[in-house]
């Protein structure tokens, strides 16, 4: 037995960790309690077996590319940086990528994460054509959108509890270089954020940073980013088409002290990052898509900042008609508890494609807690709030939401469960999540 966490680091449990070969090894792998894993950023104990964890990053191979309409066929362990470094320079990028470059498409498509552009775009599992899966009653079964339609949409979003995807098809994007013309707003509070989000419909990213611990009339204050593919003709001169991905040259190389991120500290580099962001409002600057899309992944195990208890992702979504009051009320509580992190992000969605996919029409916040205190009750306290305005929580972040929570935010619980039954009729693909969350007790 190994001692296994997600990127959170909470919770830690025993799991038995397999690192089959072959496709065949896999399947012989599967017995009760079984799930895959990709390269573990899934922030709690979703990519954990409730008694097997199957890791997937050693199938990493291509299988196929058409460049003539960027269908490529690779298997679930290839990673997200990798696809981007090999054929970014060859004028082809995912239509939809995550806060980190470092996910395995597996588990990008069992998450069905989503971006900086899903309210005019849609999450990963959009472009997604067709899903080679391996199920808990042994199966190998090619499923797609036209064909055994039920499963594939239940894959999609089913963080990994249909079975273990193999291989995926999916569609690329062509650009003309791997540049961001991006334009900053800086917005005072959270009323001119949402309007500055809102009048950013147009633009294909769009994103906010939001100031956690900043109360009063300056509650929700924010650094609005917008972004749009550059062309050629936006470089300066001599510049490469496509930026060249430099691995981290910050890192985080013991837990820190639970003293370090504190009220005092974290409003001091609130307040010196938005006085930065502040300066560039206004104008468009041509940006690398690494620190656009991935600003964290600059830092190498950036999770130890929380120390070693570890930390507690909160991402929720609101719908449209309730978010401002919803989202001002819950940003008011964290500023008054003040002991968020620097890190708290808020982004328009759209609808969401998987039976059990995060994403509806609103507004989804996400807001990072060291693990301390009586932050779980806080939290309990946050998901009542998140309930009552019809809205849920990501569950790719989730590490320990109620079963209620997540039930009344899940209506379509019970059709993911019939077809999340049918492919498994013995129960072996369980996770720690879906133990705690879906599975009959």
């Known amino acids: 037995m190994t001692l296994v966490s997600g990127w959170g680091r909470f919770p830690v449990v025993d799991s038995d960790v397999l690192r089959p070969r072959s496709f065949a090894a896999v399947g012989e792998a599967v017995s009760a309690g079984t799930i895959a894993r990709g390269n573990g950023r899934a922030y709690g104990d979703a990519a954990i077996g409730a008694a097997r964890t199957v890791t997937m990053t050693g199938f990493d191979r291509v299988r196929s590319f058409d460049p003539a309409t960027g269908r490529i066929r690779l298997e679930a362990?290839?990673?997200?940086?990798?696809?981007?470094?090999?054929?970014?320079?060859?004028?082809?990028?995912?239509?939809?990528?995550?806060?980190?470059?470092?996910?395995?498409?597996?588990?990008?498509?069992?998450?069905?994460?989503?971006?900086?552009?899903?309210?005019c775009e849609g999450g990963f599992g959009r472009y997604v054509d067709s899903l080679l899966l391996r199920t808990g009653q042994g199966e190998v079964i090619e499923v797609s959108r036209d064909e055994k339609s039920d499963a594939f949409f239940a894959t999609v979003g089913g963080m990994g509890l249909t079975g273990i995807i193999l291989e995926a098809t999916m569609r690329l994007r062509w650009v003309e270089t791997g540049w961001i013309r991006e334009r900053v707003i800086s917005a005072s509070d959270l009323d001119a954020a949402m309007r500055a989000l809102e009048a950013g419909d147009a633009a294909t990213y769009s994103v906010a940073w939001i100031d956690c611990v900043a109360r009063g009339r300056d509650l929700g204050r924010s650094l609005i980013y917008l972004g749009e593919h550059a062309d050629r003709g936006e470089l300066a001169e001599g510049a490469d088409a496509f930026p060249v991905g430099k691995d981290s040259r910050l890192s985080v190389p013991v837990d820190l002290p639970s003293i370090a991120l504190n009220r005092i500290s974290v409003r001091a580099f609130n307040e010196l990052y938005y006085r930065m962001g502040a300066r560039r409002a206004g104008g468009s600057h041509v940006v690398s898509l690494y620190p656009y899309f991935f600003p964290l992944d600059s830092v190498s195990d950036w999770n130890r900042i929380y120390g070693k208890r570890g930390f507690l992702q909160h991402q929720c979504v609101i719908p449209q008609a309730g978010a401002r009051a919803v989202l001002g009320e819950i940003l008011d509580r964290v500023a008054r508890r003040g002991d968020a992190s620097f890190l708290a992000v808020l982004k328009k969605l759209g609808q969401g494609d998987g039976i059990l996919s995060f994403p509806l029409p609103g507004y989804t916040l996400a807001l990072d807690f060291p693990v301390k205190g009586d932050i779980l009750n806080f939290l309990d306290e946050i998901d009542r709030l998140v309930v009552a305005a019809g809205g849920r929580l990501y569950l790719a972040k989730d590490a320990r939401q109620s079963r209620a929570t997540f039930e009344a935010g899940y209506p379509a619980l019970q059709r993911f469960n019939a077809i999340r039954k049918s492919l498994d009729p013995a129960g072996n693909i369980r996770s720690k999540l879906s133990h705690r969350l879906f599975d009959e007790v």
């Open 77 to 119: 362990g290839v990673l997200l940086s990798d696809l981007i470094d090999t054929f970014g320079p060859r004028g082809f990028l995912p239509f939809v990528v995550p806060g980190t470059r470092f996910v395995s498409i597996g588990g990008a498509i069992a998450a069905d994460v989503h971006g900086k552009n899903h309210h």
